[in-house]
């Protein structure tokens, strides 16, 4: 189930998109999709929410959103470089003119002394535009948890870009 809280975000992001004539696409990893199914509890969203890339596996990044296997063996899909070659690539591959990418550690596992449970990427992108990137450690606050507060600091980021 979609929390309130982020309905309600996705709601306002809705509502600041549409009044522009803006279109919008996610590419996400960590989240897997609930940025977009938060969007699409949004009546009216199909206005514009152009599409949604779940890019969960390395190979998905690359295949789908054309994110260089190499950047991601140098820096690793979890990085600020992985999160903005996200966005550049779901811009490309779509006619969205907003982008809003997500890379992170969910856990319960997978962290690291250097990249550890609760460290997401954040990349929001107009196209011709701004880019902007933010890194959030969440801490290791259970995997749904994370998966939440990255959407709420998503929507806000995408907010910024637009005003």
Do not use: W
Request: proline letters at 3%; aromatic letters at 4%; one cysteine or more.
């Amino acid at each position: 189930m979609i929390s309130d809280r982020l309905i309600q975000d996705a709601t306002g992001l809705f509502e600041q998109t549409r009044k522009r004539s803006l279109k919008l696409v996610t590419a996400e990893s960590c989240t897997g999709g609930l940025i977009s199914a938060a969007f699409t509890a949004v009546p009216g969203a199909s206005t514009v929410l152009e599409r949604g890339f779940v890019t969960y596996s390395n190979e998905a990044k690359v295949d789908m959103l054309g994110v260089p296997a190499e950047l991601i063996e140098r820096r690793g899909a979890v990085s600020q470089e992985v999160a903005l070659a996200m966005i550049d690539g779901a811009l490309k591959n779509s006619r969205a003119d907003v982008a809003i990418a997500v890379t992170g550690i969910a856990g319960p596992g997978g962290g690291s002394e250097h990249k550890p449970v609760g460290l997401v990427h954040i990349a929001v992108g107009r196209r011709g535009g701004p880019r902007l990137h933010e890194e959030h450690r969440f801490g290791d606050i259970g995997r749904h948890r994370v998966q939440a507060e990255s959407a709420i600091a998503a929507f806000a980021l995408a907010q910024r870009v637009l005003d």
